[in-house]
């Protein structure tokens, strides 16, 4: 299963990730996270121990391989460089694992259509790629705001997108557009999940706003987030309501057969 989270930074996609990555991990599924925010925290929101945390280094900013495997230093732009390469061993040589998730640091390259066209971007792209095609494993993406990781060669492999959502028209906003992109680029597997969800209202506020996406479920509002990474533990250990709702989030993503691609 190959799932991507994005979302209006802040909204928690982060959490989501680190929790939905726990539940297939003590599910004894093989779990591969990939943090592909900018500003990565997945490690964080995982409760990854300090000296695991050290080992980590996105795989954007590693110039000398950057360099070994296209050609090309990172940020040169123009020129020569290989558009394909070889990227099939870097999740078993950079990811670390804890509690039966393994998490892998992409780093923050502008890797849309028109963005960026440089070493760095080729190599992500391609790491992408085959992050995507792996088999037997669940692999969670957690992007930032957008789709731009994701392309029409790879689109077909991605199970699904959960767009979350706060319970706020500006977050709707975001979640509109994140839409509109992924249909444009043909992923149409898309679910809505509300987070910090404080009360009736609020879920029936969603579910009246919900962009036309089914709703996979919601996360409640809960100060125990802020407290698990105030004290570097996993907000799945430490906010038991937040741990069921992924849960049962997870026994109600049913993913449809896909179609192949065109």
């Known amino acids: 299963m190959k799932l991507a989270i994005t979302g209006k930074g802040g909204v928690g996609k982060t959490t989501l990730a680190a929790l939905l990555?726990?539940?297939?991990?003590?599910r004894g599924r093989d779990v591969l996270a990939a943090d592909a925010d900018p500003a990565p925290c997945l490690a964080g929101a995982l409760g990854f121990p300090a000296e695991l945390r050290a080992r980590l280094?996105?795989?954007?900013?590693?110039?000398?391989?950057?360099y070994e495997r296209t050609g090309a230093r990172?940020?040169?732009?123009?020129?020569?460089?290989?558009?394909?390469?070889?990227?099939?061993?870097?999740?078993?040589?950079?990811?670390?694992?804890?509690?039966?998730?393994?998490?892998?640091?992409m780093g923050g390259v502008e890797l849309g259509g028109s963005g960026c066209i440089c070493p760095e971007s080729a190599m992500l792209k391609t790491l992408f790629t085959h992050l995507l095609f792996r088999e037997d494993e669940v692999l969670i993406l957690d992007m930032y705001a957008g789709v731009e990781h994701l392309g029409r060669a790879t689109v077909d492999f991605v199970d699904a997108m959960l767009v979350v959502v706060e319970p706020t028209r500006r977050s709707l906003d975001t979640a509109a557009q994140i839409k509109k992109?992924?249909?444009?680029?043909?992923?149409?597997?898309?679910?809505?999940v509300g987070n910090k969800v404080r009360d009736?209202?609020?879920?029936?506020?969603?579910?009246?706003?919900?962009?036309?996406?089914?709703?996979?479920?919601?996360?409640?509002?809960?100060?125990?987030?802020?407290?698990?990474?105030?004290?570097?533990?996993?907000?799945?250990?430490?906010?038991?309501?937040?741990?069921?709702a992924a849960a049962a989030m997870a026994d109600?993503?049913?993913?449809?057969?896909?179609?192949?691609?065109?």
């Open 200 to 244: 009736e209202a609020e879920a029936d506020f969603l579910q009246a706003e919900a962009l036309g996406l089914p709703l996979l479920g919601f996360l409640p509002a809960d100060l125990r987030v802020q407290e698990a990474d105030r004290l570097g533990i996993p907000v799945y250990d430490h906010a038991p309501r937040l741990r069921q």
């Open 74 to 105: 990172p940020g040169q732009v123009g020129g020569f460089f290989t558009i394909n390469p070889r990227v099939d061993d870097l999740p078993e040589r950079f990811a670390i694992k804890h509690r039966g998730v393994r998490l892998l640091e």
């Open 57 to 66: 280094r996105p795989i954007a900013e590693m110039e000398d391989l950057i």
């Open 181 to 192: 992109l992924a249909h444009d680029i043909g992923l149409t597997r898309l679910w809505l």
């Open 252 to 262: 109600a993503l049913i993913i449809p057969a896909r179609t192949p691609a065109a």
């Open 21 to 26: 990555a726990q539940v297939y991990a003590d």
